[in-house]
């Protein structure tokens, strides 16, 4: 019993950690750019799939360095085509352009890749239990949870220690004096847009081996992630970390003792947490008006 | 001059609704095609109410919608063979979740306020998905019809006769579209109007504003769940994708194709898409592409819908 709730809380941290890189870019862009990107579940979904085409040629390693960095670059040419010319727009506009992507992304990756679930092979040396009694703490989830908080740290360094981060983070409390400061902001927004799309193609790449590969893949992921940058507060990146964490664990607990209920308890979290405190855990204060 | 324009433009929708099932089958169309453009013209109609005239971003309008539709189909399943109470079962229900949430998030703006809905829309989906034995799961709720009308001394035929279940839906959208065409000429709508263009300037001259977001909000999910119950009774049936968020962003694609500012502009947004998606996926396997691109085609080229590109015509 006591293995069946680590299990099932372990499993609950992995897909937390999911829930939180997909969030942490989404949240990236929607603070600088105040686009709510539907699509991510789609780029998230092209970062697996890119890595499955590659993995015959590059091995898994090979394509987890370079299966994110060609989804950030697709990001980028969806950014410059599309997305950028709703900036400053009704925030609707560049929601609804997402949502139509969202639908050709899903589509797309069904027309190219089919319908079925696709065999997605991890390293063998990863895939062995560490230890009988704990089955399943295989290497992978280990590896995982390590990759993403790697991930994690190394994005807050990028935002804390690079001129990038720091213009990054100016442009989210006030872009207009950051763009009279002389920086460029259009390159900043479109930057801002691809490392958000290389988390979210790097969270696609670790999730495809755990989650099975499938064009369904991104959307099931994108709706838990809203709820963790609310959960989290609104504006604040180790909040969307702490949020995304939190449901992940959460449902996990959840799923020992009402499975059935699993994916309903994180939004009954969303709905606490908006009723005690609407700006979220670590939200600013003055976000919302 | 403009006024007389106006209201020749609205009995000429009317006529042309009230004759459809007879000028319909001219044009290709069927029946069942033309009241499923009235109920989704209904459910984009109310959610414009919050979009384009309290200036409020809602992306999760299926929710109640959906909650319509499954407290239609409860009702006539579970609790008595009456489409009236069904009807009104569905409605309460929408309305009451609509209420409870609206309450929730009305302190939330702009973006902020769109992911909260979207978020909370989800919720009734995944309840609908997985309580097997109540709502039929994925595979939704079937094993019900809709009931005849039975006025004690008439009776009508609604599920035989589908001319005469359009007629109700005619009979229901326009009640629906007179409140909400009232409720926008009255005081009330112009307040609504003036948090739309100045929330600030609003609150400064004592407007309680949430008190008003929140109003609009349970009136616009009170009709959309009418529009849900409908739904549900033109096909008796449910399922889960009645209250998924794709269906949330067809209401909105509706409302912004056809003209949010426009009170009129969803009806035809609701034509054109619906036959659009008719069509699309009677003809192609891959219907979402098609959909998702014309999303973007419809943000890029026609941000005003097409009532206001026409109306900028007129007064250029």
């Known amino acids: ?76 040419i969806v950014e410059w085509a599309l997305i950028r010319r709703l900036y400053g727009r009704d925030p609707l506009y560049s929601l609804l352009l997402t949502f139509g992507l969202a639908y050709i992304f899903e589509d797309g990756t069904r027309f190219i890749w089919g319908p079925q679930s696709l065999p997605y092979s991890v390293p063998n040396w990863l895939n062995t239990p560490l230890s009988t009694d704990f089955f399943f703490l295989t290497g992978y989830r280990l590896f995982m949870v390590l990759l993403v908080v790697v991930a994690v740290i190394g994005l807050f360094i990028i935002l804390r220690r690079t001129r990038l981060g720091m213009r990054i983070r100016a442009g989210t409390l006030d872009l207009d004096t950051v763009s009279v400061l002389g920086v460029n902001v259009r390159l900043l927004r479109s930057l801002n847009f691809g490392l958000g799309i290389y988390l979210a193609g790097l969270a696609g790449v670790l999730a495809a081996g755990m989650l099975g590969l499938q064009p369904t893949i991104g959307t099931s992921l994108i709706m838990p992630s809203f709820v963790a940058i609310i959960v989290g507060g609104l504006g604040s990146l180790p909040g969307t ?40 855990l670590l939200g600013e204060e003055g976000r919302l008006q | ?21 007879y000028w319909l089958p001219w044009v290709g169309g069927y029946q069942e095609l033309g009241t499923r453009v009235l109920i989704m013209a209904l459910a984009a109609m109310s959610l414009n109410f919050l979009l384009g ?20 189909a409860m009702s006539l399943k579970f609790i008595a063979p009456s489409t009236p109470l069904g009807i009104l079962v569905g409605v309460l229900t929408g309305t009451l979740a609509a209420a409870i949430i609206g309450a929730l998030i009305v302190r939330l703006r702009g973006v902020y306020f769109a992911m909260v809905t979207i978020a909370f829309g989800q919720v009734f989906y995944f309840i609908a998905f997985r309580w097997n034995d109540v709502t039929g799961g994925d595979d939704g709720l079937g094993g019900w019809r809709r009931q005849p009308l039975d006025f ?21 959208f326009a009640l629906a579209v007179g409140v909400m065409a009232a409720l926008l000429r009255a005081p009330f709508g112009r307040t609504l109007l003036a948090i739309r263009e100045n929330e600030r300037r609003a609150r400064f001259l004592g407007i309680p504003v949430e008190l008003h977001i929140w109003l609009s909000f349970v009136i616009s999910c009170l009709f959309v769940s009418l529009a849900g119950t409908l739904y549900a009774l033109l096909s008796n049936f449910t399922d889960p994708r009645a209250l998924r968020w794709d269906m949330s962003g067809n209401f909105v694609i509706i409302a912004v194709l056809g003209g949010m500012r426009s009170f009129w502009g969803p009806l035809i947004g609701a034509a054109i898409f619906v036959v659009l998606q008719d069509y699309i996926s009677s003809q192609t396997e891959n219907w979402m592409s098609f959909i998702g691109l014309f999303f973007v085609l419809v943000v890029l080229f026609f941000p005003r819908g097409v009532l206001g590109i026409i109306r900028r015509r007129v007064s250029s």
């Open chain 2, 152 to 172: 004690g001394f008439a009776q009508i035929d609604i599920l035989g006769n589908d001319k005469a279940f359009y007629y109700l839906v005619l009979v229901l």
């Open chain 2, 1 to 21: 001059m403009i006024e007389l324009n106006r209201r020749s433009v609205s009995a000429l929708i009317w006529i042309l609704l009230l004759a459809l099932p």
């Open chain 1, 1 to 76: 019993m006591t293995q069946l709730i680590l299990f099932d809380v372990f499993n609950g941290l992995i897909v937390g950690a999911f829930y939180a890189l997909m969030a942490l870019g989404l949240s990236l862009i929607l603070n600088l750019s105040g686009v709510i990107n539907f699509a991510h579940g789609g780029f998230l979904a092209l970062g697996a799939y890119f890595a499955y085409t590659m993995m015959p040629y590059t091995g898994f390693w090979g394509a987890l360095l370079i299966a994110p960095v060609l989804t950030a670059i697709v990001g980028l």
């Open chain 1, 241 to 280: 970390l702490l949020g995304g964490l939190l449901i992940g664990v959460a449902s996990g607990v959840v799923t020992v003792f009402f499975s059935s209920a699993s994916e309903a308890v994180i939004y009954v979290m969303m709905a606490v947490v908006l009723l005690v405190r609407p700006r979220g």
């Open chain 2, 53 to 72: 005239f309290t200036g409020v971003l809602s992306f999760g309008h299926a929710a109640y919608f959906g909650l319509g539709a499954y407290g239609v």
